[in-house]
T-cell receptor
Framework: DPKIIQKPKYLVAVTGSEKILICEQY?????MYWYRQSAKKPLEFMFS???????DNQTASSRFQPQSSKKNHLDLQITALKPDDSATYFC???????????FGPGTRLLVL | QQKVQQSPESLSVPEGGMASFNCTSS?????YFWWYRQHSGEGPKALM?????GDKKEGRFTAHLNKASLHVSLHIRDSQPSDSALYFC????????????FGHGTILRVHP
């Protein structure tokens, strides 16, 4: 059974629209993260949350807003989508204070 | 400047051979290092962590860390075609925000 679920797997959106990327983890972890992987760039850290509170935000744009309705959920809302937002977005989780982060399968977003 | 630099960009080794990856950090605040592997269409999967100077061996995988030179390496012996993937070095400062900084990755191809 998948331990980190990301939905949808693929997403096509038009410029200017809004989308929500879903992430749920069933590893019992207390910290969750979002990363972005785009062409010719390394995986980029976006946000980290622990106990549903923001720990770190490295995203310059307020168009990206994480949402945590439950301790094992961390969704990512993206507004006013731009073609440059096209990327694969990965959710990850870990036990805070321990080392390894576990990644989900990703959501591949294409903005036209 | 990219804070975590990897070499080579790509690598081809024969089945049963040794694959070696290098990673250098330009930030002395990085104290903790990981190696991740990503198969096409999947999320990154952690292979090993290394936090202390010297070697760490897990099965066919051996990591080496030299904190003085901020250099970390990964060696895979007896490489298999299933090892063909993208390999990332990742680092963090231990500041407990969970932020991982990734290198661009090395593409490994193991040919029969």
């Amino acid at each position: 059974d998948p331990k980190i679920i990301q939905k949808p797997k693929y997403l096509v959106a038009v410029t200017g629209s809004e989308k929500i990327l879903i992430c749920e983890q069933y590893l019992g972890h207390n910290a969750m993260y979002w990363y972005r992987q785009s062409a010719k760039k390394p995986l980029e850290f976006m946000f980290s949350y622990s106990y549903q509170k923001l720990m770190d935000n490295q995203t310059a744009s307020s168009r990206f807003q994480p949402q945590s309705s439950k301790k094992n959920h961390l969704d990512l809302q993206i507004t006013a989508l731009k073609p440059d937002d096209s990327a694969t977005y990965f959710c990850a989780s870990s036990q805070l204070g321990e080392d390894t982060q576990y990644f989900g399968p990703g959501t591949r977003l294409l903005v036209l | 400047q990219q804070k975590v630099q990897q070499s080579p960009e790509s690598l081809s080794v024969p089945e049963g051979g040794m694959a070696s990856f290098n990673c250098t950090s330009s930030d002395r605040n990085f104290q903790y290092f990981w190696w991740y592997r990503q198969h096409s269409g999947e999320g990154p999967k952690a292979l090993m962590s290394i936090f202390s100077d010297g070697d760490k061996k897990e099965g066919r995988f051996t990591a080496h860390l030299n904190k003085a030179s901020l250099h970390v390496s990964l060696h895979i012996r007896d490489s298999q075609p299933s090892d063909s993937a993208l390999y990332f070095c990742a680092a963090n400062t231990g500041a407990n925000t969970g932020k991982l900084t990734f290198g661009h990755g090395t593409i490994l191809r193991v040919h029969p």
